[in-house]
């Protein structure tokens, strides 16, 4: 067996038995290996709990009832199974109102399934079966052992949404992270509340000619303050702008015909305006340019000749704080490609040169500062292993070496089109979710299985407590706070875009320093939180450093832990907390003719200037009233500063309609 558990026992049977068709008459078992003789069971397995999404059409069902606590080994990896391809959903509740507690599609050898979880005493807990990829029969083993003490644990939710729920990302600029499903004529948002829960909105939209069944990707592409959504298709693109207050969605259908794979929002030319990148399978890629005045300006080439690509990725690899590309590649052309950012809106293959032109056959890759020397490494997680599996690769400053030998990844079978990065545990180092496996960072560039394998599926955080989650279908797996500290910065731009995409976030603790890059879109399919999570373990304080791609750098010490800040782009340095008492606050937000302000202290007599994102003056003149007359301005977003007669000034963003 692959699980080296603290023991075993013995299994009792070694039979043969037919499994049931469907939920309400699985069949129960205990401890011992069973025979499928095929998958033909009349109801499907849902929801899903393993990796690799919906199309099966046939399950088979059993039930497991443990006596006593402890942990249980569902497997199919054995040597009557080589060459079988299987996947298999665990999961407690009732038929009908079922919810996930493990699944595995392609954690063992070859393409067999294995998964470890702690089950509780007198629980009854459902193993389904299904032909996602063959209704072949196979023998599984059920194996008990002691309990699992985990690093990381999760606990299930479920939300209700309808459509593709790929996307987990705050729609409404509140910087708390919101549920996203899409139909190709309703967008559904679980808008996360302050106090814990969600509100559920549908807001229906005009029919988009293009869903998206390959990708998602979010960012504010005219600085409102509101998300917009890419759909990425087998054919093309459709955008969904976002409205001045959020409440509706204008559908913008793109004719330009795209085998799209991973989409991110970036802005490629560093203009403050938020472009469209697009993968295409079987050409060269595309992009979409925006032209300051919210019109995306299709164009294709300039990164790569050939088709093929499948996973792009937006860091800066080399701390020059110009966003790079990495593309991870398969198919028609497999080797990886790395461009660097000329600074001046071209981009230069590099990657020959830096020993990441590899054939990997991969669909993504997964990037972070693996061992916190201030650095981006890669893991370049493989989709098959025919080319030499995983590889894990070190930034050392002017090239990147091949350190998967001993790093825990050169014995990793698993494989997946999905690779991500992010501090599950958040013990100050970033870990590793792909393959059906949740590798933790051992800090030393080497890493260890988790006991614990949650599903795959777009993070965030969906309860504010300062772990990242993750989403599959309508079921939140919500990560269980184990003591370690947080620090979650959320940014807004002003002079870069509003999202701070691009943006390079520091964060230094007793620890040392830790690094993110802002992007919109990684793994292959999903869209992601756009705040900066940090793990601090111990450390009870802070220090952030934000470079914004403007080149403008705020900077903040003694920084408290265990919270959310939010920092707003400034030539002065602020940070605005959470239902701030020292902020102006205006209403109403987005405003046609007169903008209400009120502030700490009375505001009347103060001077007060607008200006645009630029910085540029448009407006001066002395509060009267509480009440701001705006109606000569032209539609758009500005800032309003209030200068006390002490020189204490506070500023606030705002729309004018």
């Given at each position: 067996?692959k ?51 919906t199309g ?19 497997t199919?990896d ?10 298999f ?32 005493q007198g629980v009854?807990y ?51 992270d ?12 679980n ?26 990707a979010?960012?504010d ?24 207050n ?12 795209i ?14 305006h938020l472009?469209?990148?697009v ?13 300051g ?7 294709q ?10 996973g ?19 198919g ?11 600074g ?16 990997v ?5 997964a ?51 999905e ?9 100050g180092?970033?870990d ?17 299985q ?46 870069s875009?509003?999202?701070g ?7 230094t603790?007793?620890?040392?320093t ?28 802070a ?12 900077a ?15 030539t ?7 239902a701030?008492t ?7 937000v ?8 009120t502030?700490p202290?009375?505001?009347r ?28 301005l ?5 800032v ?18």
């Amino acid at each position: 067996m692959k699980h080296g558990l603290p023991f075993l026992l013995l299994l009792s049977c070694a039979g043969s038995a037919m499994a049931q068709d469907d939920c309400a008459n699985a069949l129960p078992i205990t401890a011992g290996t069973y025979n499928v003789a095929a998958i033909n069971g009349t109801e499907v397995p849902s929801p899903i709990c393993a990796p690799n999404g919906t199309g099966a059409t046939a399950g088979e069902w059993y039930t497991y009832t443990p006596t006593a606590d402890h942990s249980l080994t569902v497997t199919t990896d054995l040597p009557t199974n080589a060459g079988l391809d299987t996947r298999f959903h665990v999961y407690h509740g009732n038929c009908g109102a079922l919810s996930c507690v493990a699944g595995d599609d392609d954690s063992g050898s070859g393409l067999l399934s294995v998964a470890t979880f702690n089950v509780d005493q007198g629980v009854t807990y459902y193993i389904a079966f299904d032909n996602r990829w063959s209704s072949a029969g196979f023998d599984f083993t059920l194996i008990e052992g002691n309990p699992i003490v985990n690093a990381v644990n999760f606990t299930t939710l479920s939300i209700p949404t309808s459509g593709t729920t790929s996307c987990v990302v705050d729609m409404n600029g509140d910087h708390l992270d919101d549920v996203v499903g899409v139909t190709s004529t309703n967008i559904n948002i679980n808008y996360q509340l302050v106090g814990g829960g969600f509100n559920n909105v549908n807001i229906p939209t005009v029919q988009a000619t293009n869903t998206p069944s390959w990708s998602i990707a979010a960012g504010d592409i005219d600085n409102n303050g509101y998300n917009d959504l890419l759909y990425a298709s087998g054919s093309g693109v459709s955008f969904m702008r976002a409205n001045a207050n959020g409440t509706g969605y204008t559908t913008e259908n793109r004719t330009d015909y795209i085998f799209c794979q991973r989409s991110n929002f970036v802005d490629i030319n560093n203009d403050g305006h938020l472009d469209a990148f697009v993968c295409h399978d079987v050409a060269p890629n595309c992009y979409y340019l925006n032209d300051g005045n919210n019109v995306l300006l299709f164009n294709q080439g300039g990164f790569g000749t050939t088709g093929g690509n499948y996973g792009s990725i937006w860091i800066d690899y080399d701390n020059d704080h110009q966003i790079d590309m990495f593309i991870a590649k398969c198919g028609s052309d497999p080797v990886n490609q790395l461009y660097h950012n000329n600074g001046n809106g071209t981009f230069t293959l590099i990657s020959p040169s830096l020993n990441m032109a590899d054939n990997v056959q991969t669909w993504s890759s997964a990037w972070g500062d693996f061992d916190n020397d201030g650095d981006m490494d890669a893991l370049v997680g493989a989709s098959s292993l025919g080319n030499g599996g995983h590889k894990l690769m070190r930034n050392d400053g002017t090239t990147f070496t091949n350190v998967s030998p001993g790093s825990g990844f050169d014995a990793f079978n698993g494989t997946s089109i999905e690779w991500i990065t992010r501090d599950f545990d958040n013990d100050g180092y970033l870990d590793v979710l792909g393959g059906g496996k949740l590798m933790l960072n051992n800090g030393d560039m080497t890493f260890t299985q988790s006991t614990v394998t949650p599903t795959n599926g777009p993070t965030g955080d969906l309860n504010n407590d300062g772990f990242v989650d993750i989403l599959n279908g309508g079921t939140a797996y919500l990560n269980e706070p184990n003591g370690n500290h947080f620090l979650t910065v959320g940014l807004e731009g002003t002079i870069s875009n509003r999202n701070g995409i691009g943006a390079r976030v520091e964060v230094t603790s007793a620890l040392g320093t830790q690094i993110r890059d802002i992007r919109s879109g990684d793994g292959f399919r999903y869209m992601s939180s756009l705040n900066a999570h940090f793990g601090l373990g111990a450390d009870e304080t802070a220090d952030v450093v934000v470079h914004w791609p403007s080149g403008i750098v705020n900077a903040f010490t003694n920084v408290a832990v265990d919270t959310a800040i939010t920092i707003v782009e400034s030539t002065a340095t602020g940070v605005v907390e959470p239902a701030p008492t020292d902020a102006l606050r205006l209403f109403p937000v987005p405003t046609s003719n007169i903008l209400y302000i009120t502030g700490p202290t009375e505001l009347r007599g103060d001077l007060v200037k607008v200006l645009d994102l630029t910085g540029r003056e448009i407006l001066r003149t002395y509060l009267t009233a509480d009440a701001l007359d705006v109606a000569s301005l032209t539609a758009g977003p500005y800032v309003v500063q209030v200068i006390y007669p002490n020189g204490r000034v506070l500023q606030e963003r705002f729309v004018k309609e």
